[in-house]
């Protein structure tokens, strides 16, 4: 029975984020050298350290985790984008008050959770952010990459089995 990681958001390292790369196959797949199945989603834990606001259009941010950081994208431009428009304005509105709360989380010096779609841009990896969450255990990022080291032994460094 082959297990697939693909819509589950994967824990990761900034230091495995950062080592993945599109699949020839399909570009919004990513793989690892030692993950055998092809990744969509990642989640991540760390402290922000940069924040570029651009009002109506975007939050850039990276997430540092201890072993590198890992590029963030939170998109705020639901109100004016061509793919919202087969949806209904209430629905879109509720979408971009959603974003908007997610990027007022997001300030320089906090530890936040990151989870989101593993996407591309200008041939670096990075996250299209779905939700971010402020931490307030001092230990959730050494948690994290305890997870992080457990799941890459037992799951995703795994090959399928065939029993």
Known sequence: METTLINTHVKLLASDFNALTPLPSDPSLFSRSATPSPLSRAETVGTITSRDLKPGKFLRFT???????????????????????????TDVRQIAQLAASLASLVQVGVVARVRGRISGYRGVVQITVADVGVERDPNAEILHWLQCVKLAWKCYNVSPCSR
Do not use: A, K, M, V
Not at 77 to 83: E, G, I, M, V, W
């Open 63 to 89: 997430i540092d985790d201890g072993t590198g950081c890992i590029p963030c994208i939170l998109w705020l431009n639901h109100s004016n984008s061509p793919y919202f428009t087969r949806r209904s304005p």
